[in-house]
């Protein structure tokens, strides 16, 4: 790394860095207790377990869960998007999904369609990545098992009214699957008053915790399939997986450490407010897309300047190779962003993106103005002498 500040735009792929407390909570583990949690009565195990719950119950706090067992740990967001769609859908199923998903949504769902004969629907989504509601409203059909949709676009930053769908599939018994990579820990998110039954969130991202973490919350009302079958430390004589939770879904020795410093992220968050956290990256973001527009040949991607959005800037410059840009910028500035497809074919389909990716620069809490400045001073540098 030749730079010595590193001005870092991805943190929608992974936030950096991390509250210093994530990483003291995570040593911590490793040096004082890292026992094996539920599968002894030792102090240290008991210790590993203790903060284990603790974890969960700054989760229910954060999202509105009432009983912090119904959240389950897992490694990432693709593992809690799987563990949910596999647990539910059924041969022969119904299932509406957006234009907008990620690709760890659309993958299980076109494998289950492959190998079940799954009846899927994607219901379209404008360029700015809006989801056309009332096409939802008329995708229902009487074997509509589980509507899946990401709360907001990792291409575009768009956030999608959950609470609207939420009353939509409410009415009618239908299960609301939401993808909140993009906005747990960024986005107000109150699994009961939005009707989600299932919402998939990253440790990693929004939350402030260390990657390996990750988990699903599960409504008290649903049963799910397991995604693994395996030791729980709990009712080791049973052949079956036992039936309660967390342990019906969470086989095999968790990731103590991580979660341990996930726990530190989410009360930093508890903390400071996912409304305050939200309103700075919206303010960043708007610098931003207010100078890149500025720019000649640049057209930025998803919801007008003013609007609500995460803090997600992507754009695409005309008659440039968005990856040659991005590695430009890391190169020659020290500033680290992504470019290229985002695992979201969908969403670039409806941007207009397929033929040429995108550059995607994303802020976090800890994004300054004066990283913003030197972000904007590097693309004007860029585009000057590119011409
Ligand atoms: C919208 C969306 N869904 C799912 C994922 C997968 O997340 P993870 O890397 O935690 O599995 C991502 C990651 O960027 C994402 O942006």
Redo the contacts with the bound molecule.
């Keep these: 790394m030749g730079h010595e500040v590193i001005r870092y735009f991805d943190h929608?792929?992974t936030s950096w860095p991390k509250p210093p407390q994530v990483i003291e909570a995570m040593q911590k583990a490793m040096l004082d207790y890292g026992a094996n949690p539920g599968r002894g009565s030792h102090a240290m195990a008991v210790q590993a377990s203790r903060v284990i719950y603790e974890t969960r119950r700054h989760l229910s706090q954060l999202f509105g869960v009432r009983n912090p067992m119904d959240v389950i740990f897992t490694l990432?967001?693709?593992?809690a998007?799987n563990l949910a769609i596999k647990g539910i859908v059924r041969p022969g199923d119904h299932i509406v999904v957006t234009g907008i998903e990620?690709n760890?949504?659309r993958r299980p769902v076109e494998y289950l369609r492959r190998i079940w004969n799954l009846d899927v629907t994607y219901i379209k989504a404008n360029r700015q990545g809006v989801v056309d509601l009332r096409e939802l409203e008329q995708s229902f059909r009487p074997h509509t098992k589980l509507v899946a949709c990401?709360h907001?676009?990792?291409l575009l930053g768009t956030i999608l009214p959950v609470g609207e769908v939420g009353e939509m599939t409410r009415k009618r018994g239908v299960k609301l699957l939401v993808?909140a990579?993009?906005t747990a820990g960024t986005i107000p998110i109150d699994v009961a008053s939005m009707g989600i039954d299932m919402l998939a969130f990253?440790g990693?991202?929004g939350l402030l915790g260390p990657q390996g973490t990750?988990g699903l919350y599960i409504a008290p009302d649903m049963e799910l399939e397991p995604l693994l079958h395996g030791g729980t430390g709990s009712q080791s004589d049973a052949v079956e997986q036992p039936g309660v939770r967390p342990d019906r879904y969470e086989a095999g020795t968790p990731n103590t450490v991580g979660l341990a410093g996930l726990n530190e992220g989410v009360k930093f968050i508890l903390n400071e407010t996912v409304e305050k956290i939200h309103t700075k990256e919206w303010k960043l973001t708007q610098r931003m897309m207010d100078q890149l527009r500025q720019l000649p040949g640049i057209e930025l991607l998803g919801p007008d300047l003013g609007e609500d959005k995460t803090g997600i800037v992507s754009f695409t410059v005309k008659g440039a190779d968005n990856a040659e840009i991005a590695f430009r910028l890391d190169r020659e500035y020290g500033i680290a962003v992504r470019a290229g497809y985002h695992?979201?074919p969908l969403a670039h389909d409806a941007a207009g993106t397929t033929r040429t990716g995108a550059v995607r620069a994303s802020v976090g809490y800890t994004t300054t103005e004066e990283d913003v400045n030197a972000f904007l001073d590097a693309m004007r540098d860029i585009q000057t002498h590119s011409k």
Excluded: E, R
């Design positions: 929608a792929a990432n967001t693709t593992m998007l990620h760890s949504v990401s907001s676009s990792n993808d990579a993009q990253p990693h991202k990750g695992c979201t």
